[in-house]
């Protein structure tokens, strides 16, 4: 399997080299995961239906759940959907705003797009990643790119070339290695009208900016606070995001959450327990180890983002059983990632 390094990304003509043969192996329908800012995406000919339904058979994907496509600029538009030229203003607007950047907007489809990529809707996912490696990758291929995240279905998501290789080694045709990725969590999954817009999956970019920039009303798909509704965006129903170990969730008052974390220890003195707490908390998780704690010079519902996918899969390599984490209010920055952790918990988490 060809591993692709990419060094030096500010040079474009020596990014262009780099990548030549990968974006070859794309637009003859090949499998090809590449970095961008979220997360490692699984890359196919997103108008090549047999490339497509790879995608499916490489992740073990379930064949309902769709996929984002992936555009290097807006010229690319007009052949992933359809009507480019009667986009709700507030589509336009969100755009012009948020692109390139963690943000997918449902829209109508173009024909073109694959059926597989689309199954039981007439719409399709679309973004333009906030990253020069994906961007340059798929200008070279010549075509929009379908690109789920690059982990098999249910493991958390890959944010370094490493965990993609431990996924999927030897049932794609390569990776691009352009190093980890900087947001952590998947984008915002978002459908757009002119007086409305629903968030079907909170991420990179959040409601309230959302909000802010669009001057329209911006409200969550009813799955997300009542988890008994259907969600819009098929990929929410499954448990998701999940490693080997149990993931146990407290966020709230700092005192209760620090009384709870010593009281699970204490329960589970002798058992392989693994932390991720704030920085100047590894006193409160005594036993744990690995415990990560967070650089104190970035907030920690960034620093937890980028850095969670990344952590449950190294403690599951070093065998962890139960992964406590310190989480965060969830709203803000917070939204994304405590969904995230809603799924690894399978609902261990707890408002103290
Ligand atoms: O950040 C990301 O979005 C990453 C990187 C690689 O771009 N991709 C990603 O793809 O997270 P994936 O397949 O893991 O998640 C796509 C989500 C799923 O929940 C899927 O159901 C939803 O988006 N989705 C895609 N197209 C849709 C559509 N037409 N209607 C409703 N939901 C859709
Ligand atoms: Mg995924």
Redesign the pocket.
């Known amino acids: 399997m060809n591993v692709w390094n990419v060094e030096n990304e500010e040079d474009i003509t020596a990014l262009e080299r780099q990548l030549r043969e990968p974006a070859a192996v794309l637009s003859q329908g090949g499998l090809v995961a590449f970095p961008?800012e979220?997360?490692?995406?699984l890359g196919a000919d997103a108008t090549n239906e047999s490339a497509v339904r790879g995608i499916f058979a490489a992740k073990s994907r379930p064949a309902d759940?769709?996929?984002?496509v992936?555009i290097a600029d807006v010229e690319m538009l007009p052949c992933v959907i359809a009507n480019p030229a009667q986009l709700p203003a507030p589509a336009r607007k969100a755009m012009n705003v948020f692109w390139p950047g963690?943000l997918?907007l449902?829209l109508p489809a173009n024909e073109q797009i694959a059926p597989s990529v689309?199954p039981g809707?007439d719409?399709?996912?679309v973004?333009m990643?906030d990253h020069a490696v994906a961007r340059t990758l798929i200008r070279l291929a010549g075509c929009p790119v379908a690109?789920?995240?690059a982990n098999k279905s249910g493991k958390p998501?890959p944010t370094t070339a490493g965990d993609v290789l431990e996924d999927m080694e030897g049932v794609i045709d390569g990776v691009v290695d352009g190093g980890s990725c900087d947001v952590g969590v998947?984008?915002t999954?978002v459908a757009i009208e002119e007086e409305y817009a629903v968030i079907?999956?909170p991420?990179g970019v959040t409601k309230e900016q959302l909000e802010e920039a669009l001057a329209i009303p911006v409200s969550l798909d009813p799955h997300l606070t009542s988890p008994t509704q259907a969600p819009?965006?098929?990929?929410?129903k499954y448990r998701h995001y999940a490693p080997n170990a149990s993931v146990h969730v407290w966020w709230g008052e700092d005192g209760a959450v620090r009384r709870a974390l010593a009281t699970f220890c204490d329960a589970h003195n002798g058992e392989s327990l693994a932390a991720i707490v704030p920085s100047g908390w590894a006193d409160f998780v005594p036993g744990a180890d690995p415990a990560w704690s967070a650089p104190p010079e970035i907030p920690y519902a960034v620093a937890l983002s980028r850095e969670l996918y990344r952590l449950l899969r190294h403690f599951d390599r070093a065998g962890a059983r139960h992964v406590l984490i310190v989480g965060v209010p969830p709203h803000g920055m917070g939204a994304a990632v405590m969904n995230r952790l809603q799924k690894a918990s399978e609902g261990r988490l707890y408002h103290v």
Do not use: D, F, Q, W
């Not at 979220?38 to 995406?41: A, D, K």
């Not at 759940?65 to 984002?68: K, Q, R």
């Open positions: 961008t979220t997360v490692y995406g759940n769709p996929l984002i992936h963690p997918t449902i689309r809707t719409t399709v996912g973004r990643p690109a789920p995240s998501s998947e984008s999954v079907y999956r991420g819009k965006a098929p990929g929410m």
